[in-house]
């Protein structure tokens, strides 16, 4: 797995240096749980938005480095993701998403959610490797979730899934919302402007600290 891991996107010393190892097991950001320990998710109910989506997950289990399938775009459909040749404009934010395992950044690649060959694109889609995800709707009360991304990408996304990953005797899965640790169902985890997603499969001696924001270029 490091083979596929370390083709140019291992964390540099200089990197660990300035996020540090974790020291602990961090708190929720959600409502704590008994004996203030991490919690489960919170999921939402229908308000005036409706509720939040719940995509199927996808069943590709494989090890990382994971490929944009040809149909990426329908997948997103299927998840519950509205497909068009325009970018919408009533909601128009962005979102960054880290996937770490062990000490080693999986790139998110480019072109999620968008179909070269007919030119329709999600209104949540990828356009490069930066981990940004760009939500551009047509409707100004769909909802996004994080699975709804893993589902257009066809990786197993779950409470204990990563793709052919899962927690272990000595290797944790655990997904951080602004730098707090979350509870409960990663894929229900709703996209929210400017919110930094970290993703880590790690083993349970070495962690990195998951970073609490993303520093977005001007305009996003």
């Not at 949540?124 to 409707?139: A, I, K, Q, R």
């Not at 229900?188 to 990195?208: A, C, G, T, W």
Request: aromatic fraction near 6%.
């Amino acid at each position: 797995m490091n083979r596929h891991l370390r083709n140019g996107v291992g964390v540099t010393a200089a990197f660990l240096t300035a996020c540090s190892l974790a020291a602990g097991a961090p708190v929720s950001a959600h409502e704590p749980g008994p004996g203030g320990g991490p919690t489960t998710l919170l999921t939402p109910g229908a308000g005036p938005r409706g509720p939040l989506p719940e995509p199927k997950a996808a069943t590709n289990a494989e090890l990382p480095p994971w490929p944009v399938p040809q149909d990426s775009a329908r997948r997103g459909a299927d998840a519950g993701l509205k497909l068009d040749k325009m970018e919408g404009a009533k909601q128009h934010f962005h979102v960054h998403l880290d996937i770490f395992v062990g000490l080693d950044r999986v790139l998110v690649p480019p072109d999620l959610g968008i179909d070269k060959r007919t030119g329709l694109l999600a209104d949540l889609h990828t356009h490069d490797d930066s981990g940004v995800l760009h939500v551009e709707s047509h409707d100004p009360n769909a909802r996004f979730v994080l699975g709804q991304l893993f589902a257009m990408w066809n990786v197993r996304f779950d409470e204990n899934h990563l793709g052919a990953l899962t927690p272990d005797a000595t290797h944790t899965f655990r997904t951080y919302l602004n730098g707090e640790l979350v509870g409960g169902d990663p894929a229900r985890i709703e996209l929210r402007p400017h919110d930094q997603i970290s993703v880590m499969y790690q083993d349970d001696k070495v962690r990195i600290k998951p970073p609490a924001s993303y520093d977005f270029p001007t305009g996003l």
